[in-house]
């Protein structure tokens, strides 16, 4: 399967907007931060 391309603004942009619509950090950080241990990067 290959990898979906998108860009480094793009994927802020989705990760603001999933806070701003009311999803909680620690959610977004599991999807969005590589390594992420308890609402920080590891």
């Not at 998108?6 to 990760?15: A, G, K, P, T, W």
């Not at 603001?16 to 390594?35: H, I, K, N, Q, Y």
């Amino acid at each position: 399967m290959p990898w979906k391309e998108c860009s480094v603004m793009d994927e802020r942009l989705r990760f603001v907007s999933r806070l701003l619509d009311g999803e909680a950090m620690t959610e977004a950080c599991r999807e969005f931060v590589p390594g992420f241990v308890a609402g920080r990067a590891a």
